[in-house]
């Protein structure tokens, strides 16, 4: 039981009695990332790889441009230097230096003068958010494109405007990081997360932040199951990683797909695949007991990466954690959604519901009671009428329950979920029934 | 799939643009059938059968009286020409001319002057209703009566009256009619009426206008099931059927008795007794969406013919469609249950209803996705942004939808319950993908 | 089915016109045992057996002191004689002939002179209840002490007192009764009552005289199963039972611990460990028809001796019928919990569930449609149409549900709750079906 111990110190890493303070750390991380002009492959992602690898001893992936993954084939690379709107006058009315959002996110090269009329299809603006800049993409559709506020575009006239976008669509290779941290077993916990957007927080840089630190807080851990962090481009990544890990992702026990998770909105986590899987109840557990106001949503082949990890030749176990819903929240794929959005209290809650669902995989075994007729004299152990400043009702309330339920056919979880108490609490009582010889784990992995 | 695209055509014959058209030509064969005195035996039943003719090639079937079936003997043919009670001064105070409710049902043949004593035990109405005719029965125990108006009932005096019903009570037949249209399987489709009640709409004529209709719009095309429609005498007429057609019952796959399905009030469907058949979840997934003031009620032995093909030797998966449901509604069993209660437009709803039922159980396939691995890429086919008028993001939803969860576990309906989308989206994004050459239909029946 | 014909008539004997009457019997035998000083050892257990044994043929057991029973040992024999404080003026301050819940309960014999600080860590009050006395224990670690009303103990002074409790705690045994009725199966229903609180009338007394009653009504009975009353020490109690009756706990097909059913709250079981066993099923059928207010709770591992009877190495289908949930109530485990807290026509209606719960046992039987195709032809055997003053409907009802259910699969309980009918009625519909011949039993037990 060494590893659930050093498991259960999971969350004290987290310094919980300071939340503000880890969140604002993940912040820093979230600032310094991001002016990076990021895209589904190029430069900018590997950028951001490089200062995640400042972090973590992360293993960067190239596969080139045109390699068959599934059904699809690695798009070129992107990199851009510059793009810009003048005006008659040679000044620069949207101008991607001040926004990477201002170009068509994998916006094919232009330089030309050109008239309004033939601008304005390639325009992109949002009328009720006269001063936001919209994110758009075309990445499997050549074309380019520019993105500004509503007030930019009233101010454009019936003219001629020189566009520049002074970008590169060439073979090279789509990048990823993979950090994979080994465990006793050879069964695998994913934890996946998107790399490909600009300058937008909450929709990338709190996944990415969040994941990173889950993974320094893992490392050095004896673990009982490996784990394997992921940062990729959205889609195309998860379908090339898939496609390059077929044997592995048969090991994948149970995984998180963690996306906007650094606002003030309540938890959502939506369910994988298959529904009641041990990641989906683990997390469900979590959240009911972290945060009330959580939301458990099934599953659908809407949304991040989980698409393709719940695509039904995978169906994995994997899940997808966040806060506010994407597509859900104004600021959604927009300039409002910048660092003023992502809130540091909100980031450290994240994190610490995500160690506690690893907590629940890492500690989810079995006991038999070794005293199963009628329950064992508590008292003579002392475990009946605790002592100190503790409640002791609760205490021998989970000992009761972990007592009564240990017969091989319940996991702590079970355990949990059928008498309404915490993990944690059910995870101590049999920790210490095993210490007075009352309990013994059994060699038995969850359904 | 030639099959599911001619199912999928099924609906549009009902010219739902159109309600009130329909739901006329509907309510004109009930006027026609109105006026028709019929029993559970007999002329009237025949010759309700003979116009159902002129539209459907009906097979006519006629069992002998004393016929024994199952627990039951077919009782004598009941016919009748005249009936009436007459005062002292001879004029006809209740009259079978005017209204064939006025005889008891079945009743026994009598002409005679009697006193009042006498004649009140074979008398009925209804008090709450003083201007009603109530309609009463007597199959199983010879007796004679009338039925007349509280209003009619309290002009009689103490005095002697010449009662008279001119009936005959003899050996003859049951008469029902069948009409079987053959599909691909032999499999059928159980579509059952009563057509015993005389001159009572909605408890009657509803479903036997509806039924006919459904059948002149099944005729003629290409069917993945066979389909038995039933026009019997209530009861009687169902065990004479099923005792007659214990084979054929044994391909019923599912089936839908439907009686007061006329009037204005909302649609109930009460499911089989096997509770999640396939036409118990395609009844209340077409309700659910075309409906949604609809109402699913559990089974029950008491009702219409679903008793006795859901009696616990045959349990057939036959459920009943009604709108108000019987004996809930004032005008139930009662002249008040007249052509002004049957509503042209409810009735033009209620073969909507059927006819869709019937497209899901037509098209309710399997099939396998052939890229399961990850999504396919939906945009090089040109089907993942959608053109045209019609809302994109809903058509690429149902296609995700089924391509998750074609793992040949999943049928179309499955897909729909679990996705939350009508069935004609998932089966016209099945149908695409399928031309795609995303898709294959498997060889598997629903459960 | 002469069996279940005399279980029918179990709940007539509590002649249910008059439940006063009935409560008032009960009461009065409270009253009887109310004055006793019991313990879980002691002659204030036996001269409780003592006074049961003059209603039913008590079988009384003991058991030597410091014999091992699982992981408990049989504690001491504890008598008592006397026990009081008294000020300096000699005069009785608390006294235990005024109320035998003064002293601690099992608590060691004393006698000495000491100062009031040595005094006060020995005594228990109630603040917020100043004038009653609290009911406290130490069984398994030797202490003496008294209970006293907050009242008295703001009398007392920083002086000294005399403190006298004139008890033995010495080898002996414990006592506990058992009452065995041998019916056509070996299978047994348990009843289990602790009998080792002193003063407290809901909190123990309800149980023992509802129990003892229930036995006397079932005495001389035909019975379907046998039943086994037990009337044991709370915890120690059910341990010695089942560690000297292993082989018999495994005959146990169902049981209820009797606890608080004597006040005036709302009904409460508590279900088995097992959770959906017969008796669970049973009890929440009959609560949910006799006492709509009842609720249903869900098995955990507190509460009285179910703890024992659902340990893990039993799980016996044994829930806990209760009123007001012991520990919920001020008045529990204090004076309050006397003669004018139990309430004779709460009794009366305890002891009436118990004996419905009982008939469902009894008479949940399995029965074959003999005519299964199609209904059987009520009408001409008398069944259709009612006669008398009831109801036909409800009756009717009874009986399509019972032949429609009735394909050896649904017992007589399961029919009662997929109809939502009383069990009573499902019975008496069966029962004549049977006696006409269209019904018979088979042999098979539920679940």
Not at 8 to 35: C, I, T, W, Y
Not at 95 to 120: E, R
Not at 160 to 183: H, N, P, R
Not at 300 to 315: A, I, K, L, V
């Amino acid at each position: 039981m060494q590893t659930s111990n050093k498991a259960m110190k999971l969350s004290d890493s987290l310094n919980p009695e300071n939340p503000r303070e880890v969140g604002e750390r993940l912040h820093q991380f979230a600032a310094e990332l991001f002016p990076i002009c990021r895209s589904i492959t190029g430069n900018g992602l590997r950028q951001t790889l490089a200062l995640i690898q400042k972090r973590i001893p992360l293993q960067i992936n190239e596969v080139p441009s045109g390699t068959q993954v599934f059904d699809w084939t690695v798009p070129k690379e992107w990199n851009i230097k510059d793009a810009f709107i003048k005006d008659a006058s040679g000044k620069r009315i949207v101008d991607f230096q001040k926004s990477n959002l201002h170009v068509l996110n994998y916006s094919a090269p232009i330089h030309a003068t050109l008239p309004m009329a033939a601008i304005q299809p390639h325009l992109s603006a949002i009328p009720e958010h006269p001063d936001w800049i919209p994110y758009r993409t075309s990445y499997y559709k050549e074309d380019w494109g520019f993105c500004l506020s509503q007030n930019q575009l009233a101010r454009m006239r019936d003219a001629e405007y020189e566009v520049c976008v002074d970008s590169t669509l060439a073979d090279g290779s789509l990048t990823y990081g993979e950090y994979f941290l080994k465990g006793k077993s050879a069964e695998e916990i994913l934890v996946s997360c998107h790399a490909c957007h600009p300058s937008l927080a909450n929709d990338n840089l709190s996944g990415i932040t969040v994941a990173t630190h889950l993974a320094q807080i893992l490392s050095g851990k004896e673990l009982r199951h490996s784990y394997r962090f992921l940062f990729i481009p959205g889609t195309i990544g998860a379908i090339t990683w898939l496609s390059r890990n077929r044997e592995t992702a048969a090991r994948i026990r149970g995984g998180l797909v963690l996306t906007c998770i650094g606002d003030k909105g309540a938890f959502h986590y939506k369910k994988s695949r298959q529904g009641s899987a041990e990641i989906d109840r683990a997390a469900a557990h979590v959240l009911r007991h972290a945060a009330p106001a959580a939301e458990i949503l099934p599953f659908s082949p809407t949304g991040y990466d989980e698409r393709q990890y719940c695509s039904p030749g995978f169906n994995l176990a994997v899940g997808c954690l966040m806060r506010s819903v994407w597509g859900t929240f104004p600021e959604y794929h927009s300039s409002a959604d910048n660092l003023e959005f992502l809130d540091p209290v909100s980031l450290a809650e994240s994190l610490s519901v995500c160690s506690e669902i690893i907590n629940v995989m890492e500690s989810n075994i079995y006991y038999r009671n070794l005293s199963p007729y009628c329950e064992p004299q508590l008292g003579r152990r002392g475990l009946y009428h605790s002592t100190g400043g503790r409640a002791p009702e609760a205490e021998i309330n989970a000992r009761l329950w972990v007592l009564n339920l240990s017969d091989g056919q319940n996991s702590l979880l079970d355990i949990a979920e059928r008498s309404g108490l915490p993990f944690s609490s059910v995870r101590e009582a049999a920790e210490l029934l095993h210490q007075n010889g009352l309990l013994a784990p059994i060699d038995k992995q969850p359904g």
